[in-house]
């Protein structure tokens, strides 16, 4: 496996730079945390194991509330051979308005044979006005798997606050061994984009992939049909697709009016996955 990327500590011209750096491996039947730094703002609760699989889940805290303009902050999580970890938030991660600066979080995961990593964020909200650029890399290793939920969204909608953000850009790449790659890519700003164009029907935007070459191919056709069922499920309130990509797996790409159907998309489709790839039931994560 690769080193753990070096500690920073530097404040930015404007803004924090703050890095949290994990490596976790399979120790007996369950994957414990290894190594840790961080620095301001981040911070994390031990893992806590909440069931019989050994699953290490971990919550990334940034105290601070959010992110703020001029803020660089990075995720690197290391996972050794036949680790398997969650890794989540206890809340939405907030993006507050910026006179200039952007806010961005790069976030670099590193999966070695037989590892599995399941990454469930809960809801970026952009306040009016903010700056926010976020790059994922995910990089698995022959029989890794991924579970990666990305959610967007359109402002803090019980205020009356929609698509009222600058800018956004968003990228997650996942590459695995053989050289199969699935990347999303978008930037979306909404006052160039009449107010969101095609998604200012929605206030809710969210990503799933599903990715692994330690599925056999013929099982995906089966765990897709389950999946769209679960989106044709929600009629009006939700709309949603799901394609196999030229990578291992299943992409999922939805739209929702509600939080409430965002969150209840997230539970059904966490659920699926979980129990047809991994065989087991979706974790029951404590959020403060």
Same mark, same amino acid.
């Given at each position: 496996?690769?080193?753990?990327?070096?500690?920073?500590?530097?404040?930015?011209?404007?803004?924090?730079?703050?890095?949290?750096?994990?490596?976790?491996?399979?120790?007996?039947?369950?994957?414990i945390l290894t190594t840790s730094r961080c620095s301001t703002p981040w911070h994390f609760f031990p893992p806590a194991y909440l069931d019989d699989s050994g699953c290490a889940v971990t919550s990334l805290v940034n105290p601070s509330g959010g992110f703020v303009a001029g803020d660089h902050l990075s995720i690197h999580a290391a996972l050794e051979e036949g680790a398997h970890v969650v890794m989540t938030t206890p809340s939405a991660n907030r993006i507050y308005r910026s006179l200039g600066?952007?806010?961005?979080?790069?976030?670099?995961?590193?999966?070695?044979?037989?590892?599995?990593?399941? *990454?469930?964020?809960?809801?970026?909200?952009?306040?009016?006005?903010?700056?926010?650029?976020?790059?994922?890399?995910?990089?698995?290793?022959?029989?890794?798997?991924?579970?990666?939920?990305?959610?967007?969204?359109?402002?803090?909608?019980?205020?009356?606050?929609?698509?009222?953000?600058?800018?956004?850009?968003?990228?997650?790449?996942?590459?695995?061994?053989?050289?199969?790659?699935?990347?999303?890519?978008?930037?979306?700003?909404?006052?160039?984009?009449?107010?969101?164009?095609?998604?200012?029907?929605?206030?809710?935007?969210?990503?799933?992939?599903?990715?692994?070459?330690?599925?056999?191919?013929?099982? *995906?056709?089966?765990?897709?049909?389950?999946?769209?069922?679960?989106?044709?499920?929600?009629?009006?309130?939700?709309?949603?697709?799901?394609?196999?990509?030229?990578?291992?797996?299943?992409?999922?790409?939805?739209?929702?009016?509600?939080?409430?159907?965002?969150?209840?998309?997230?539970?059904?489709? *966490?659920?699926?996955?979980?129990?047809?790839?991994?065989?087991?039931?979706?974790?029951?994560?404590?959020?403060?």
């Amino acid at each position: 496996m690769p080193p753990l990327h070096s500690h920073q500590s530097a404040m930015a011209d404007v803004g924090r730079v703050g890095s949290l750096d994990l490596r976790y491996r399979r120790d007996g039947s369950r994957t414990i945390l290894t190594t840790s730094r961080c620095s301001t703002p981040w911070h994390f609760f031990p893992p806590a194991y909440l069931d019989d699989s050994g699953c290490a889940v971990t919550s990334l805290v940034n105290p601070s509330g959010g992110f703020v303009a001029g803020d660089h902050l990075s995720i690197h999580a290391a996972l050794e051979e036949g680790a398997h970890v969650v890794m989540t938030t206890p809340s939405a991660n907030r993006i507050y308005r910026s006179l200039g600066e952007d806010s961005r979080q790069s976030i670099t995961l590193s999966v070695a044979p037989d590892a599995v990593i399941e *990454w469930f964020p809960e809801v970026t909200i952009p306040f009016a006005g903010s700056r926010f650029v976020q790059t994922m890399t995910v990089t698995l290793a022959k029989g890794a798997t991924a579970l990666i939920w990305d959610s967007l969204a359109s402002g803090r909608v019980a205020r009356g606050e929609r698509w009222a953000f600058t800018s956004l850009r968003n990228e997650i790449d996942l590459t695995l061994a053989s050289g199969a790659r699935l990347l999303e890519r978008y930037h979306v700003r909404p006052g160039e984009d009449q107010g969101g164009g095609l998604l200012s029907a929605y206030d809710y935007v969210a990503s799933f992939f599903v990715v692994s070459d330690a599925v056999d191919l013929d099982r *995906w056709p089966a765990v897709r049909d389950t999946v769209a069922g679960i989106l044709d499920s929600f009629g009006s309130d939700l709309l949603g697709g799901v394609t196999e990509p030229p990578a291992p797996g299943l992409a999922v790409k939805l739209v929702a009016c509600s939080a409430e159907a965002l969150v209840k998309a997230q539970e059904l489709l *966490w659920e699926a996955a979980r129990r047809a790839i991994l065989g087991l039931a979706r974790p029951a994560l404590r959020h403060y």
